[in-house]
């Protein structure tokens, strides 16, 4: 059954297009009428008298700024006298007038599409989507058919994830525990009075909100969410279930009822009190109903996930506890970090010598802040280390799986722009690693299958490792051994308890899973001697020198061997990049072997580049064919491509950025113009807009000369919203660089500069009083020579460069602007136009651009064809839009 705020929008809309039918009538027959007169009418003049009386007679109001009916009047009563007023001018004002109700005919005419392309999409949504709240007619079952039937892929898929899953994978749980102590180890050193940086951690994990007496008695002072904190209120509860809501665990009548549950204040209130009773009785909670329904989906990558169909009170209890759970651990583990157990030691450290040397020479200049070290680190902190956990209980949720999460869906950086930032972070440092060492070398790897594989031992080991109490580790194993059923396999099938893995999409999941890669962020650290991995959930990711590589390798190997893990062999990739030929050599046989690859991109070793893997692009050409072909609706159509070419392919590629130069943009538009060629090449057209225009001339008889705008336009001006995926790399084009290296290079000329102005005033005596009786400290190459004479030489330009990780602030502001995006270039247009367009978008910053570019591209043919200053292409009272924010607002289901 669909929900009430469902429902009602649906009425409405029926009510909206059989107005819109109505007024169409009306004015098409008002319209016959006048232009019957005209046509009866004797001379130019009679025949524009004709049409004054008319748009009077029926209240027509001319769109056209220039157009004034009563100037028109007077005009015509002049005429009567002044013969002046010549035929040729009244043959101009007839055309217009014709021309305002051809227009208004056109409006009526789209915005009539419009809403029978609603009605189709209604009827025929997107194929792997299920029940819609307002699909309610029998061919809704075609929607249902990959949940029975399914594709070849999914099946081998299921029985991957089902071996995995339901196989209990033995973990010597000794040895993890021996493994973690010699990790940990020199954590632990005992101390009188400060208790270490695990014994504090480990009572952190003892302080998270504990049941029943938490939520009767005040708590100790080191209690997290214990007390009020730790209980439901309303807010918390809207918190909740916003946040199940963006894990995309539910679909179907179970999210609407979600969705309509946030605005039902009486119901919250009640569910309030029973969500509370559930806390107080957390020791004895289980599934129910059990076993739970799973459901299979696939993903645009080709992969299928699977997700728990369970109960919506359920997943808010659980969603609420994972959250606690996560933030708990994200503070106790970045306290962690900052206890000064975590190792900071960067590549070609300044010896203490140097140091003193460079501030003899240069006073201050060492206590830079602006330096690729301290810039390196801040990174690190803040948008690697435990990013996938929350910092605050109550704010967004973010699914780190999401292949096409829209970033502005969330005030928090979302997944999909932390996976570009690691594009360009890892390029930048290329860049400049390549420019200052002569060389750069990154390994990547991922986990095999890591959420369904994740041994259940391996995870109480490191959570009792750490402290967590019994009675928590109790609840956590009663929700990884979930029972659970594939609901496809109908209502006999025989149930399993999971003995492996961690359930999808829960925030509880990642806060189990995020302590074991804790465990892995630390080993590498230390067995590195101060580098650090950057992870995103389970993708990993080291750069460095060749030593420190091999060492970081050993450590994740050793990690994945104790944990029961698997590497990702098919991920698993190292590169060398050298500065010139004579430095090429063939990787170490201690590293892997594979290509380093990200998204649809492949980096090449020799060039230092990263290129778009054609051979990728085809097979996803081949499966959007398929995905688009299964769309019975034009609208469902839009959506899919929408989200495959817009989001997917784009964001596959790399957003364009100055680390990668203007080539990459070049790349992405040929690639674009590769993908439309050969996905309708079966169908004779040479474009996606050709390929709509056939279609709607074959099921809406319309005539072909659908004008652009329709399909480019944005639904709030009466469009269909398909997006053109050739307008950011357009739009950043020109604001790129040609070639990212030279802005290094720039900044070894400013370094050059900036010495050579310290060695003149240096020669000319121009010192610091300080120096007056102070000795330089002598080279890290020389022998010590307490005596040295203070006017010494300055130092050498070799000297002064030699540690620009830690002194350069010219080579930082490079580092830091390679790893920037262009900013997209605004289209030269009117103010008045460019202001029109925010009027009816009210566009973000974001997305203006965008809009501002469609709107310019295509905006001529709408004001020649449909009248007036403006963009409309339909009367906006009268269009679904409400209704198509719903359906858009729907994750797309992909068919399987």
Known sequence: MSSPGLSTLHHVTTRKLNKLDAHRDKFEADKTAILARVAAAQDPASKVEALLAGFELHSIKPKQSELHLSTLERFVHQSKHDPSVSPALFRDWHSKLEHELDAVSAKYEYAALFGKLVIEWIKYPNPGTGNLPVASDSDSETSDSFDQVGRKEMHEQREEWESCTFTERKV????????????????????????????????????????????????????????????????????????????????????????????????????????????????????????????????????????????THQAILLHFVGKIWAVAMKQAFKAFYHSGAWLQTPYRSMSKKARQRREYFVPGETRVSSSIRNRRRGIYQEEYFMTQLPDDPFADYRDYAAEDQDASSSTTKSPLATKQSMLRLVTAELLVNTKVYGEFLVLQSDFKWFGPSLPHDTIFAVLKFFGVPGKWLRFFKKFLEAPVVFAQDGADAQAHMRKCGIPMSHVLSDALSEAVLFCLDFAVNRRTGGANIHRFHDDLWFWGQESTCIKAWDAIQEFSKVMGLQLNEEKTGTALIVSTKDKARTLPPALPQGKVKWGFLILDSETGRWVIDRKQVDEHIEELRHQLGACRSIMAWVQAWNSYVSRFFLSNFGQPAFCFGRQHNDAIIETFSHIQRSLFVDVGSASVTEYLRNVMRERFGMDGSVPDAFFYFPVELGGLGLRNPFIQAFATHKQNFKDPVRRIDRAFEEEQEEYDCLKERWDAGHLPATHMKRAPVARDDARTDTDSEPDEPFISFEEYVRYREETSSFVCRAYEKLMECPVEECIDTSIDFANNVRAFLKTSPATESYWLWTCTLYGGEVKDRFGGDGLQLGERDLLPIGLVDVLNGEKVRWDG
């Open 172 to 311: 010597d749980q000794s040895k993890i525990e021996d493994y973690l102590n010699d990790i940990f180890g020199t954590t632990l050193q005992a101390k009188k009075i400060k208790n270490s940086p695990l014994q504090n951690l480990r009572e952190s994990m003892k302080g998270v909100m504990d049941f029943k007496s938490d939520l009767q008695t005040p708590k100790r002072k080191d209690m997290l969410f214990g007390g009020k904190e730790g209980r439901f209120t309303v807010d918390k509860l809207r918190s909740c279930i916003r946040g199940v809501i963006q894990s995309d665990l539910l679909a179907g009548q179970k999210r609407e009822a979600l969705i309509d549950l946030e605005n039902q204040p009486a119901v919250l209130k009640e569910l309030v009190d029973v969500l509370n009773m559930d806390l107080e009785d957390l020791d004895k909670w289980g599934w129910d109903p059990s076993p739970v329904p799973l459901h299979m989906r696939r993903q645009l990558n080709g992969k299928y996930r699977v997700f728990m169909d369970e109960e």
